[in-house]
């Protein structure tokens, strides 16, 4: 007989709404705590282009390496979670995002911060792995949200300190920037790990209102379903898009002419770059909960068609109207706001599909569709320079998030549906396969 997955079994005399809030609240302040190493980078590349004269890709490549570190080890990050536990996860990730920084702080050659790029991989690695992987556990029945909220701290939580980055660069310098938040953060993370936990039998319910497996599947039976294959193709043609705009934001203001616009808000003038990283970060954190809630009570492809579809024409205007400052900063909102879902409704919808006993691997390696995703980033800075125009690379990848959009209302429903069908019923091949694994 399959065990059945967590996701069937109903809250017991444990259930409790509180604990497991507690442990989303938890979950959010360790990403919020890792964010920056990701979403700030982009206020350091010119400081470090104009203290040692290196090429912008040359120095990208750091950013490329932190992202293929950070998604390529997933499946090693996922094995270690199951057998750990998330506490030794997250505080081991603590420690390696704050060396990261302080390696950044004192890095004087490229291959210094390629070190500090690897170093801080890991370390966000473990971090979002786990929190992700512990959000899908205890919250089964809003996987959506519950996720959504988790990813959204990652998204959103370098909203509060980019003014003071900002600020502290240009006071103090990058290096001292980089080695005073490489403690801070680091630190945050590490006391907050101690208070993670996994659930226990009878602590979690499932949802009754989306299609959800019951059982179970291990990594290789994943791997085996055409479903997973689908996901990760759409997964990767969404997050390019993304990627590119998270590493170049900066960049692509600059060739815009729309970097140093002082946007005048009545209350208070700002220059157009870092009002548009604050903004991006508040729409993309907004837009992981929002997506995720949406997808706990329509569906995850509905939802997907919805948010792609965004996307892909966000992109499109911003190419086209980018030179407005204005649109500038409403565009590259509406970007971050239809491409922050991407974290959310894939690790919800991996959930729902294969179950949470071996979820750290099997979304582990869907997660490296980010990691293929990098690998645009320096290509993109190549193309601009092929064809003298950021137009070109935004509308590629706009054409990409379509294509998502297209696979999410033609593919993505029949292949869910035939896939929860085959794990519910007794005696097809994949349920007699979760049997043999389980016994």
């Known amino acids: 007989?399959?065990?059945?997955?967590?996701?069937?079994?109903?809250?017991?005399?444990?259930?409790?709404?509180?604990?497991?809030?507690?442990?989303?609240?938890?979950?959010?302040?360790?990403?919020?705590?890792?964010?920056?190493?990701?979403?700030?980078?982009?206020?350091?590349?010119?400081?470090?282009?104009?203290?040692?004269?290196?090429?912008?890709?040359?120095?990208?490549?750091?950013?490329?390496?932190?992202?293929?570190?950070?998604?390529?080890?997933?499946?090693?990050?996922?094995?270690?979670?199951?057998k750990f536990g998330p506490r030794v996860m997250v505080a081991f990730g603590a420690i390696m995002i704050g060396t990261a920084w302080v390696l950044n702080s004192q890095a004087a050659s490229?291959?210094?911060?390629?070190?500090?790029?690897?170093?801080?991989?890991?370390?966000?690695?473990?971090?979002y792995a786990t929190c992700i992987?512990?959000?899908?556990?205890?919250?089964?029945?809003?996987?959506?949200?519950?996720?959504?909220?988790?990813?959204?701290?990652?998204?959103?939580?370098?909203?509060?300190?980019?003014?003071?980055?900002?600020?502290?660069?240009?006071?103090?310098?990058?290096?001292?920037?980089?080695?005073?938040?490489?403690?801070?953060?680091?630190?945050?993370?590490?006391?907050?790990?101690?208070f993670l936990q996994s659930p226990k039998a009878g602590q979690v319910k499932a949802s009754d209102k989306l299609n959800q497996s019951r059982r179970d599947y291990t990594l290789k039976e994943a791997l085996n379903t055409k479903l997973f294959w689908l996901m990760l193709l759409m997964?990767?043609?969404?997050?390019?898009?993304?990627?590119?705009?998270?590493?170049?934001?900066?960049?692509?203001?600059?060739?815009?002419?729309?970097?140093?616009?002082?946007?005048?808000?009545?209350?208070f003038t700002m220059a157009a770059l870092p009002l548009?990283?604050?903004?991006?970060?508040?729409?993309?954190?907004?837009?992981?909960?929002?997506?995720?809630?949406?997808?706990?009570?329509?569906?995850?492809?509905?939802?997907?068609?919805?948010?792609?579809?965004?996307?892909?024409?966000?992109?499109?205007?911003?190419?086209?109207?980018?030179?407005n400052p204005w649109a500038f900063l409403i565009l590259s909102g509406v970007v971050f706001l239809a491409w922050g879902e991407v974290y959310s409704l894939f690790s919800a919808l991996a959930g729902d599909a294969f179950g949470t006993k071996h979820i750290g691997k099997i979304y582990g390696v869907l997660y490296c569709a980010k990691g293929i995703g990098a690998l645009f980033v320096p290509v993109g800075n190549l193309l601009m320079e092929a064809t003298g125009t950021w137009s070109s690379v935004l509308y590629t990848v706009a054409a990409m998030d379509l294509f998502a959009a297209f696979l999410a209302v033609t593919l993505l429903p029949k292949t869910l549906a035939s896939h929860v069908a085959k794990s519910t019923i007794p005696g097809s091949a994949a349920t007699a396969g979760t049997a043999s694994a389980h016994a």
Request: proline content about 3%.
């Open 133 to 194: 992987n512990n959000a899908l556990k205890w919250f089964p029945d809003r996987r959506g949200l519950a996720v959504g909220l988790t990813a959204g701290g990652f998204g959103a939580g370098s909203a509060a300190t980019i003014l003071p980055i900002a600020s502290m660069i240009e006071s103090a310098g990058f290096q001292e920037t980089f080695f005073f938040f490489g403690l801070l953060q680091g630190g945050l993370a590490f006391v907050a790990a101690w």
């Open 110 to 127: 490229l291959t210094g911060f390629y070190v500090g790029a690897a170093v801080g991989g890991i370390g966000v690695g473990c971090i």
């Open 1 to 82: 007989m399959a065990t059945p997955t967590t996701a069937a079994l109903g809250p017991g005399k444990d259930f409790s709404e509180g604990r497991r809030w507690l442990q989303l609240i938890v979950g959010i302040v360790c990403m919020v705590a890792t964010a920056n190493i990701q979403y700030a980078w982009t206020l350091f590349v010119p400081e470090i282009q104009k203290t040692f004269g290196w090429e912008r890709a040359s120095i990208q490549i750091a950013f490329t390496i932190f992202v293929l570190v950070q998604t390529w080890l997933a499946p090693i990050e996922g094995y270690f979670i199951d």
């Open 235 to 267: 997964f990767t043609c969404v997050v390019t898009g993304g990627m590119m705009a998270v590493a170049q934001l900066g960049v692509i203001a600059q060739d815009l002419g729309v970097k140093e616009f002082q946007v005048n808000l009545y209350f």
């Open 276 to 323: 548009a990283l604050m903004l991006d970060r508040i729409m993309n954190g907004i837009s992981r909960p929002l997506f995720g809630w949406i997808s706990d009570h329509i569906g995850r492809e509905k939802t997907m068609v919805i948010a792609f579809t965004l996307e892909g024409f966000g992109i499109i205007a911003l190419g086209y109207f980018g030179h």
